[in-house]
DNA sequence: ACTAACTCGTAC
DNA sequence: GACGTACGAGTTAGTT
């Protein structure tokens, strides 16, 4: 009869895989001990002897003192990052819990683990046992024979490797695994192998010889470059052949029978985990031992506290019944508030099938309504269609979602249109503090509720989508995230009136919302021929150009690469380096356009550059975003992707469509209104800088507002003190520079070099202006003391930024800070205003009945679409909108302007 | 193979 | 070090 196979645990790869498995998310003891380590490890455990009912079983752990390893190669696993210290105690908990279950746990002095598992595993070959080696490193995989074979942890599978299942996976056999590592090498264990040979290269010679000697006495077979590597890689390829062998014949006094699973103690085990306050793995535990449960007493507390965990997540219903499905839509009918939340089978708001809703009316109170499930029979998707619409209709409450415009877009494709009033959420928390940068529920969860979420990914597998999450487990994420959302908005809901910000949120932020999600699912329609025969051109111009290049540089390069580019241009061609980057010297635009006077090839990689990145990030890109279904292309509009206010956009971003260039301005005529429509665009003049003149009060810069002139024109009349009229082209470009410049907090260093002036002569210019425009000198000196008090920096309508830096003792940051207290007061403003303008126009456009569709915001200008016949009288409505928005101490001005397609208009 | 950091370039 | 706010393409170096 054949013997029962020994199975040997690589334990410290179990161990450090489950603490890292949840390390954004430990497990901890009510008094904070991290525990999941123990737990990830016992769950692995109990999962594999489930799987495989181990009798011999033996636990390998690594020595805890510097193996013989270290002494051959100080370097070894050097580069490791120390354990630590929460997981470091954890480990001797684990062996104790293992020694009362009766496990054998094994470590010797001065050798690892490995090596006590080759030794084992020949004893057991030896004593007619198959050995199974459960380990995921790859070293291992030379320890391989007919009678030994490893088991890796895959995700969530144990995987069986043979032989044949090594030599497919690093194509080659076992026998030579040793050889391999030794020309690989080993980033985490810090084996050096040999340098410019890597997986690929090893594997290739392996299958031409047979070792690493028979290679090293071929080397005259070998192409140069292999040959030269493998020749000056040779005593690290010896030495890192010495590391990566394990030891098969340690001298350690344990035999086969050792490793017998023994008699275990349970209610010592029982009492380990339940100390550690891990009552799950005591079920599991009892489950896999049979153990008959200990004291009635203890059993009973055990019960309790289990069913307690699962009352609060049991809580949640699902909803698969017709009785349970009219209870939730004359809950929906008669609540005030309602949070709710969306599964799909994607993250793209434009493609997204529903996979299930989930309610929340109260805290704790939720529901998961599924549409789509893998292992539950859903209601008639019709019948529930049908059901909510009615709902809804007669729904009054306030609609609480996070992230809520993907809701309404994935419900609104599903045929359920909802009007609102809405509270997001994550527009909430981002309005209270838009430099936190982090919107998230997970995240928003944590900090405001103190509440750990089942994360997506916990609960998804990689590379599935939710459509595939059985009923049970999709509710207790769903539901959560519907209870979750309902719990933020009452700590959201008083945090904004506490810090002042409800008008904002209510008033502007909410109806943006509703706004923005019109504009995104009406979508814009675009001239794709245009664009692919345009594709075709600059292809013929690119090749052309890449041509001259090359014949230029001499040879060949990859010329996308800055670091390829940097060598020709600066050690083959010898140009002079001007500028640089963290890495090396800058080839951007400035750098090459200094360098286009000296040298033919810098004139040539800005021409490649443009139509580069003309093709690959327009051209080529627009017409693949086109929607199957609307035949349109849908941006996404992103309401919190900005610290300042402003609104961002993405997928495609249709806020950097070029402009400033011919060939540029080409992308945008592609851009074209539906049939029987013409576009109207709409920008505010200078809105930055009237802006900048309102908050200043500054009369040099009011004055030119107030009397209609081009204000940079003004602003060189003022600094070069000439006539307005007399005003030179080279002078007016200066002004602008400046005018800019002044916004960004431009430093004379960058308006020098921008200008192509001294830094002096820079440097003069811009005391010239703060000396001219004293106002505005002021108001910087305003909002930089205001910030440094308050912490945040404010737009004309309240809202604010906060600016983390703003009292650093380091002078780079505080000036970087400076810089965006400033940018923010006035960015944000131009922001507040924008948005007032869309609501405002909006509403003006149901009231006079007029049927234009608000399609593009790029943040001082507006894109619609109208019918021909509507066209004037609508844009006399927007410009009359958009200008009287906010009464400001100057002029706000607006163009309007009317086109077949949206480069037409400017 | 995937990810993060970096550089570059487009817009306002 | 040196100009604010975004998004995105491509390269490179590091990690699985």
Same mark, same amino acid.
């Given at each position: 009869m054949k013997k029962e196979p020994v199975f040997l645990i690589d334990a410290y790869g179990l161990i450090y895989r489950a603490y890292f498995a949840f390390i954004r998310n430990p497990l901890r003891t /009510? !008094?904070? /001990?991290? *525990?999941s380590a123990i737990f990830g490890f016992f769950k692995m455990l109990f999962r594999f002897i489930r799987e495989y009912s181990p009798v011999y079983c033996g636990i390998i752990l690594d020595s805890k003192t510097p193996t013989f390893r270290e002494q051959i190669f100080a370097q070894y696993k050097a580069t490791r990052q120390k354990t630590p210290e929460d997981l470091h105690a954890q480990i001797p908990l684990i062996e104790d819990i293992l020694a009362e279950m009766g496990f054998s746990c094994v470590r010797l002095d001065g050798y690892e683990a490995d090596d006590i598992m080759g030794t084992l595993s020949v004893r057991a070959e030896e004593a007619g046992h198959d050995c199974y080696v459960v380990s995921s490193d790859k070293d291992l995989a030379q320890l391989v024979t007919r009678g030994v074979r490893i088991i890796r942890m895959e995700k969530d599978n144990f995987r069986l490797m043979d032989s044949d299942a090594v030599k497919e996976k690093w194509g080659v056999s076992p026998e030579q695994i040793i050889d391999y590592l030794a020309l690989v090498g080993d980033v985490s264990d810090n084996i050096p192998g040999v340098e410019g040979i890597g997986e690929k290269g090893a594997a290739r010679l392996l299958s031409l010889y047979r070792d690493m000697d028979d290679i090293y006495a071929h080397l !005259? #077979?070998?192409?140069p470059s292999i040959e030269k590597k493998l020749s000056q890689g040779k005593e690290r390829a010896y030495l890192s052949r010495e590391l990566a062998t394990i030891k098969t014949?340690?001298?350690?006094?344990? $035999?086969? #029978?050792?490793l017998k699973i023994g008699k275990g103690r349970p209610d010592r085990v029982e009492a380990l985990f339940e100390s550690h306050e891990l009552k799950s793995l005591i079920l599991d535990y009892r489950e896999l031992f049979g153990v008959s449960s200990g004291t009635d007493k203890a059993d009973k507390e055990t019960a309790s506290l289990i069913s307690n965990e699962e009352d609060v997540r049991g809580s949640y219903v699902s909803v698969i019944s017709g009785v349970e499905f009219d209870t939730l839509c004359e809950k929906i009918k008669s609540v005030s508030l309602l949070a709710l939340d969306t599964e799909t089978d994607s993250a793209d708001p434009f493609s997204a099938n529903i996979v299930g809703i989930s309610f929340a009316f109260s805290p704790g109170d939720a529901y998961y309504l599924p549409i789509v499930s893998p292992d539950t029979d859903c209601l008639d998707n019709s019948f529930v269609l049908a059901g909510l619409r009615k709902a809804f209709s007669s729904c009054d409450a306030l609609i609480i979602g996070q992230n809520i415009k993907f809701d309404l877009h994935v419900l609104r494709r599903w045929g359920l249109d909802l009007s609102g009033p809405f509270f997001d959420t994550m527009v909430a928390a981002w309005v209270l503090d838009a430099e936190s940068g982090n919107f998230g529920m997970d995240f928003l969860a944590e900090r405001y509720l103190g509440w750990k979420t089942l994360h997506y990914t916990d609960v998804v597998e990689k $590379?599935? !989508?939710?459509?595939?999450?059985p009923l049970d487990i999709a509710t207790s994420y769903a539901a959560e995230d519907a209870d979750v959302t309902f719990r933020l908005y009452e700590v959201l809901e008083k945090e904004l009136l506490k810090e002042g910000l409800v008008d904002i949120f209510y008033d502007i932020e909410m109806p943006i919302l509703k706004l923005l999600t019109d504009m995104e699912s009406r979508g814009i329609r675009l001239d794709a021929d245009s664009l692919r025969k345009f594709s075709v051109e600059l292809d013929e111009k690119l090749k052309d150009i890449e041509k001259t290049i090359y014949a230029c540089a001499g040879h060949e390069f990859n010329i996308n690469s800055t670091k390829q580019l940097q060598i020709v241009l600066f050690e083959e061609r010898g140009l002079t380096p001007t500028k640089k980057t963290k890495t090396g010297y800058s080839t951007d635009i400035s750098v090459l356009e200094e360098l286009a006077g000296i040298d033919e090839l810098p004139r040539l990689i800005l021409e490649y550059r443009s139509l580069f990145k003309l093709k690959n990030t327009y051209v080529d890109v627009l017409p693949s975003l086109i929607n199957p279904v609307t035949g349109r292309i849908h941006t996404w509009y992103g309401? *919190? $992707?900005?610290? *300042?206010g402003r609104i961002s956009s993405k997928d495609p971003n249709l806020q950097n469509i070029p402009i400033k260039t011919e060939e540029g301005r080409r992308i945008r005529e592609a851009f074209v209104p539906d049939d029987g429509f013409v576009f109207i665009s709409a920008d505010y003049s200078q809105i930055e800088l009237v802006i900048l003149a309102h908050l200043s009060q500054d009369q040099g810069l009011c004055r030119s507002f107030i009397d209609g002139e081009d204000v940079h024109r003004a602003t060189a009349s003022l600094l070069f003190s000439v006539p307005v009229e007399e005003v030179s082209v080279e002078q007016r470009r200066i002004a602008k520079s400046i005018n800019f410049g002044v916004m960004y907090g431009m430093s004379a260093f960058r308006l020098a070099r921008e200008l192509g002036i001294p830094r002096k002569d820079a440097a003069d210019f811009i005391s010239a202006y703060f000396e001219k425009y004293s106002g505005i000198k002021a108001f910087i000196e305003k909002v930089i003391r205001e910030a440094e008090e308050q912490g945040y920096s404010q737009t004309i309508m309240g809202r604010r930024r906060r600016i983390p830096y703003i009292n650093s003792k380091n002078k780079t940051q505080k000036m970087a800070a400076e810089r965006m207290a400033v940018n923010t007061a006035i960015q944000g403003s131009g922001a507040d205003i924008i948005k007032k303008a869309m609501i405002e126009i909006e509403k003006l456009l149901k009231e006079k009945g007029l049927s234009a569709r608000m399609l593009l915001q790029v943040h001082d200008e507006l894109v619609f679409e109208v019918p021909e016949e509507e066209c004037d009288v609508t844009m006399r409505a927007i410009k009359s909108c958009m200008e009287s928005v906010v009464k400001l101490s100057v002029p706000l001005r607006v163009n309007v302007e009317s086109g077949k397609n949206w480069g037409q208009m400017h």
């Open positions: /009510r !008094d904070g /001990r991290n *525990t !005259d #077979e070998m192409s014949d340690v001298d350690i006094d344990v $035999g086969i #029978e050792d $590379g599935s !989508d939710f459509s595939s999450v309401q *919190t $992707g900005t610290a *300042t």
